[in-house]
Antibody, heavy 119, light 106 residues
Framework: QVQLVESGGGVVQPGTSLRLSCGTSGFSFRSYAIHWVRQAPGRGLEWVAVISSDGDNQYYADSVKGRFTISRDNSKNTLYLQMTSLRPEDRSVYYC????????????WGQGTLVTVSS | SYELTQPPSVSVSPGQTVTITCSGDKLGDKYASWYQQKSGQSPVLVIYQDDKRPSGIPERFSGSNSGNTATLTISGTQAMDEADYYCQTWDRSSYVFGTGTKVTVL
């Protein structure tokens, strides 16, 4: 079955960097655009970034543009999120999610990884 | 930037019908999707492309989208349907989630 598993979360200080990973299995990874979506504690879902199936195109939410970089390695079936200049407001559970292109919706989600930014 | 607005909370008695709205400018011209998120769990897709149900989602979940409003309806609500619900759409290379609605089954 389709599986997405996030890793790499943790506690970091403001201004530092962190890289998240999303390992996948059960589907043809190279055929799908994949997203990062985050959720601050007790808050709603916030879309973060998307990368096209071939990795050539990336789009970001204004709140992370210029600080976060989404990338993928189709040979390893893995998605990444490089986060720099982290702020306390970046504290969230970060989910990776698979997009179905026909409807621009997310049909499969990982379990999430928690990022805490605190001094 | 594009925004989707939902009521913060709704309550329903078991067996009754509950409707959740999602408002956005000309939302009916776009596809709307809905996600259910139970406490401590990841979101689950319950409606896509306005009114389609993924495999495994009960028939009591239905959706519609017209004008400026998309609607998720849960008929014959069960205790297991208590959760947060989010609408979602896509606008000019940006993906947008609604503000979320907490459904309480009393």
């Amino acid at each position: 079955q389709v599986q997405l598993v996030e890793s790499g979360g943790g506690v970091v200080q403001p201004g530092t960097s962190l890289r998240l990973s999303c390992g996948t299995s059960g589907f043809s990874f190279r055929s799908y655009a994949i997203h990062w979506v985050r959720q601050a504690p007790g808050r709603g879902l916030e879309w973060v970034a998307v990368i096209s199936s071939d990795g050539d195109n990336q789009y970001y939410a204004d709140s992370v543009k210029g600080r976060f970089t989404i990338s993928r390695d189709n040979s390893k079936n893995t998605l990444y999120l490089q986060m720099t200049s982290l702020r306390p407001e970046d504290r969230s559970v970060y989910y990776c999610a698979r997009e179905i292109s026909s409807g621009k919706h997310f049909d499969s989600w990982g379990q999430g990884t928690l990022v805490t930014v605190s001094s | 930037s594009y925004e989707l607005t939902q009521p913060p909370s709704v309550s329903v008695s078991p067996g009754q019908t509950v409707t959740i709205t999602c408002s956005g400018d000309k939302l009916g011209d776009k596809y709307a999707s809905w996600y259910q998120q139970k406490s401590g769990q990841s979101p689950v897709l319950v409606i896509y492309q306005d009114d389609k149900r993924p495999s495994g989602i009960p028939e009591r979940f239905s959706g519609s989208n017209s004008g400026n409003t998309a609607t998720l309806t849960i008929s014959g609500t069960q205790a297991m349907d208590e959760a947060d619900y989010y609408c979602q759409t896509w606008d000019r290379s940006s993906y947008v989630f609604g503000t979320g609605t907490k459904v309480t089954v009393l």
